[in-house]
């Protein structure tokens, strides 16, 4: 089983930044793939951005330039940075772990960017 907890959400003016973090914990193996995801309300969830354990990343269009993605592969924790945050950015972010054929999701941690 596979435990995952985010934290550093909030409330942020436009412009502002905001650092989510996502701790694993449970049977986690090396090789795997972290990522972040988020909902806003009335929409599908989407992609925003992976890493995997080897650094690899990929970003949603809409955040590149703007969030980096880095991972501690020590402490099998996943971090999200998000700079120059936008209103259309307000979501709940959740962070997601693929090991094997499994893949896990936290509950979630909310994002509200607005003035």
């Known amino acids: 089983q596979v435990q995952l907890v985010e934290s550093g959400g909030g409330l942020v003016q436009p412009g502002g930044s905001l650092r989510l973090s996502c701790a694993a914990s449970g049977s986690i193996f090396s090789t795997n793939l972290m990522g972040w995801y988020r909902q806003a309300p009335g929409k599908e969830r989407e992609l925003v951005a992976r890493i995997t354990n080897g650094g690899n990343t990929n970003y949603a269009d809409s955040v590149k330039d703007r969030f980096t993605i880095s991972r501690d592969n020590a402490k099998n924790t996943v971090y999200l940075q998000m700079n120059s945050l936008k209103p259309e950015d307000t979501a709940v972010y959740y962070c997601?772990?693929?090991?094997?054929?499994?893949?896990?999701w936290g509950r979630g941690t909310q994002v509200t960017v607005s003035s």
């Open positions: 997601n772990i693929v090991i094997g054929f499994g893949s896990y």
